[in-house]
């Protein structure tokens, strides 16, 4: 079982071999991508893909993210970094290397509804989707068998109104345990508490199965049907305390008529709610998105 | 000039000679479509399209739509219209016939913004918008001389905090000089009291921009802009006293990302209002709209 | 195993119990609708669902589908057939009931790929593909596993240039031993011979990588890349013995650009044509498909 | 008349006062943006959008667009360019500066329908095309009073099987009378000789009333009738001698069923020809479209 999970991981590690991502952010101003783009080129990086986005031109803000290839990288990573850190420094940036070849690890939070988990390891046993899904953990027994097949340990974890908090101190240790980077919603119905998310920035990723900002809450398909709609959607955010409030990465709809009831839009949404999820969490294992303030930057 | 709109609608009236529909909204129960269709079929009709919608099939609504060419049909219209009462009385039907050759009256309110004016009347122009557009009302002097160029009749009246009563009642007196049957908002600014509506009851059909029930109100490409949204949208409805609430005949939308600022949205935004509300119009015109509670049904 | 796949057919049958669809075409001519509809209100059915369509109103061609509830149908249906042959005569219609609880029985063939195998075997298990899906048909061993997890017969079926007739044999004695109601070709990469497809009329649906009818055969991402289209599709259509030119059921397209090689098309468009080929499939299953000539009629 | 057209060039002029484009196409190699990103700082220069594409990494093409503000521009051109040479020769480049207030002046070519052409004039009006529309040319004289409402200049030179050759002469004089930048056919039912089009190289637009490749030359809303397909479309491409098959800029679609005829595929394509085609021109406009052989690289 666990050999299908490390042979995925050796596998993707192996693809993605010497390419890394430059990830910057910081108040815009001359000088910036010469900066950049001089240092990798005396360090013999070959830029794959650049993308750069300025909010306002004049005394705005600077977002970029370099993807490269450097032979050799991993052994040249402190080096790398240690340099680097005089330009960060100069123009007084946010920046970060990701490594492609750091596999990131997934969590997957799940209740009953089955289908944005499938999705997500469909993706990952075709190779799509590069991630370590180290464990999945779940309110309700009933997917366990089928996360097994994967190879991925499963933990069901009973959240109760009374015992909610012992429920995420149990979740939290796992994340600790697996070294979780990222934890993916794909249908979990509970609330996080605010001392869950504060413990996880920018870390959690939801699909909420409504075009927000319509439809927050609960039971979005029936006041979508109520409300008399011509188009459904979803919508993958980064979750803060604020419900649904999150920073949004990737949303799509779907045209629906009066002859669908509120029973026909759930079916429909789930295909929605699929492709809207996977697409989100790819973006966010390429490190494609930035998140500024209540919204994000997604170069893709 | 005047010439123009007469010539339009005397070659609509043509094309649509001995066309009509028969709209029918009850309780369902067996035995009604039999009845219609025998009905129509003894008066020799020939029927050209035909829609059905039961909300629920064991004790709920029903609604139809049937589109007919009847030769002779405007000889006959009492006749016919007495001999349906019968069915009409023994299942409780709510019913019309709608005449295609009596081409709906259309005033059209704008503000300053034309694009959703010109697109209808561009359409109409073609010959795309079968519709006798008699008058563009505006609150503004601006558009009067490209709405002249059409052949319509412009009148600028201003509506002020102060005297939006007096505004008021020089408009319901030019829907009624000009016997107007529907009343399209392309992109008026201005919010119509509840005296104005209650006397065009599902005859007022308005574009908001912005894909509700997302962003209700004011200034919606802004929020949008703000809640950092992926796509955004536009939604034609049925005017109501609450405002943006009323019954939604059509919606679509647009990818935006991250580079577009307010004022992008409201320049890409253009476009999907245009056919949003060209669409939602054409239906109604068509007689393919029909209203249930806060909902559309809509056969098209 | 073979347990699950009897509980999903039983289920199924449940859930359809006393479900029929009426599925009519025949020269247009006044009176139809009335006969039919009278007919069925004469048995006490109940009407689900009613769509028609004339190809011209004048003397052209007329197609009807009505789905509709008899409570202890199963026992009339003999009944109900005989009685209905009288309408059938007097119009010369082609019609058949069909009966939503006779679970059609499907068979899947596939080669390497399993995007779409696996769409339709999830679909199925969620409940949202009614259907006996009766076997698994491979020109390669790869998949049996998989599809033997879902309770699924597999047969492998090696294919080569000398000895295809021998193959396709095998293959039609599998269609007949488990009384096949509906073939599909889920990315299978064989060229079925006229024979072959003639034994099985409009029992064979497709999926093409793409927009038909652009890239007709072989390769198509890497034609559309060479071409540099801006957007990608896929297509579901029946088998006939021009490739790729049976009738069209469904067709959906996904936006692409420069950055994209034809390794991207290719992943991107699995969503796409895993997602066309689910609501082709569906809607046969439903007798939503009427083929005229070369084209559908589709009642969705 | 003539006012109008010349305050709208003289509005842009303003609003696009000190912006460029810088456009780079050469083989792919290291330290090219480091080199170019240094020469504009250099020079002081505001980097507004910066887009980057690499066919293959290594060894490879590379395409660049970067749009910049430099204040004092208009007087700095002839300097820049001789400057930036020394760096172009050293990586042998292909590049020219765009300068964004050298408003590009544009002919249109137009037949009897006018859909494309009043998009096109409409969204220039609206100042969202920011062109100097300075001619259309015609071989029919119907679209001239519209036009000319405009304030531009028709002209009607009819086309005949055998006097073609002198009436693209009367049409290339004009192009060089009016100094054209860039020539839109929109919906212009002729076939351009291969000696007009060699004159004209990568500077004609032509909208396609199809979803290219499927359905190369005439009459393709018959053909997509006749085929059944599911979805429309129209593509935008720069004109080359193979008919149909030059450089795609973008494409469209549009769903549609079995209930609409070539009639009404033609209408509701309208809507279709017309966004593509606007959107198309305005990226070339924009300076964001590069060609590399057969295909495009649209930076947008």
């Known amino acids: 079982m666990k050999e299908l999970r490390d042979r995925k991981v050796e596998l993707f590690r192996q693809t993605n071999k010497d390419r890394a ?14 900066a950049v783009s001089n240092f990798l080129y005396e360090y013999g990086a070959n830029i794959v893909q650049s993308d750069q986005y300025s909010i306002d031109p004049e005394g705005g803000l600077f977002f970029m993210r370099i993807e490269f290839i450097l032979p050799d990288l991993k052994r040249q990573e402190e080096k790398l970094e240690e340099a680097f850190a005089a330009i960060g420094n100069q123009f007084r940036m946010d920046w970060r290397f990701a490594y492609a070849y750091d596999i990131k690890k997934m969590a997957i939070f799940v209740s009953r509804e089955d289908h944005c988990l499938m999705e997500l390891l469909w993706q990952w046993q075709a190779g799509d989707l590069v991630a370590d899904i180290a464990v999945v953990i779940s309110n309700h027994p009933d997917l366990g ?31 600790e345990e697996y070294e979780i980077d990222v934890s993916v919603l794909a249908r979990y119905m509970q609330i996080l508490s605010p001392t869950f998310i504060s413990s996880q920035p920018e870390r959690i990723i939801n699909i909420h199965h ?25 919508t993958s955010h980064y979750v803060t305390d604020d419900l649904d409030e999150g920073p949004i990465i990737e949303q799509d709809v779907l045209r629906v008529n009066h002859n669908h009831n509120a029973e026909d839009l759930k079916r429909l949404g789930r295909s929605v709610e699929r492709s809207v999820l996977a697409r989100a969490v790819a973006w966010h294992l390429e490190d494609r998105v930035l998140i500024h303030k209540s919204k994000t930057v997604v170069f893709n």
């Open 21 to 34: 991502r430059l990830l910057i952010s910081c108040k815009d101003q001359p000088g910036i991508v010469a």
């Open 210 to 234: 409504s075009f927000l900002p319509a439809f927050v809450g609960a039971k979005p398909y029936e006041r979508a049907y109520e409300r008399g709609v011509k188009i459904i959607g979803a």
């Open 145 to 175: 068998p089928t996360v097994e097949q994967f190879g991925i340990p499963f933990y069901h974890i009973t959240v109760t109104k009374d015992a909610k908090n012992e429920a995420e101190q149990k979740q939290l240790k796992l994340l």
